[in-house]
């Protein structure tokens, strides 16, 4: 069964960092995309960053490009977002999500096949 377990969020300042981390088990993931997504209250469900667990393609939304970083540690299952220069706008719940890899990466949350249960991020002005 797999499980995606998200930990890490908490309440920051703006111009603060945050790191969140995703632990995956219950399968071999050498084939999928990671993906982080946010959702803030009322809105819908955004696309920030994705990485494969080989090779070094990445992508991330245009909000956070340059602030945000995802990366990987393949031999601890587990996905990381490093959130610098936060802004009250990223308030939101990010989540952790998983695809199978089938050439792109995708940013369309309807196409990633397994999901955490997110972790809060809250940033104050």
């Known amino acids: 069964q797999v499980q995606l377990v998200e930990s890490g969020g908490g309440s920051v300042q703006a111009g603060d960092s945050l790191r969140v981390s995703c632990v995956a088990s219950g399968s071999s993931f050498s084939n999928y995309v990671m993906g982080w997504f946010r959702q803030a209250p009322g809105k819908e469900r955004e696309f920030v960053a994705a990485?494969?667990?080989?090779?070094?393609?990445?992508y991330y939304a245009d909000s956070v490009k340059g602030r945000f970083t995802i990366s990987r540690d393949n031999a601890k299952n587990t996905v990381y977002l490093q959130m610098n220069s936060l802004k009250p706008e990223d308030t939101a719940v990010y989540f952790c999500?998983?695809?199978?890899?089938?050439?792109?990466?995708?940013?369309?949350?309807?196409?990633?096949?397994?999901w955490g249960q997110g972790t809060q991020v809250t940033v104050s002005s």
């Open positions: 990485i494969r667990w080989t090779g070094s393609r990445t």
């Open positions: 999500a998983a695809d199978f890899f089938l050439g792109n990466i995708e940013t369309r949350s309807r196409e990633y096949d397994y």
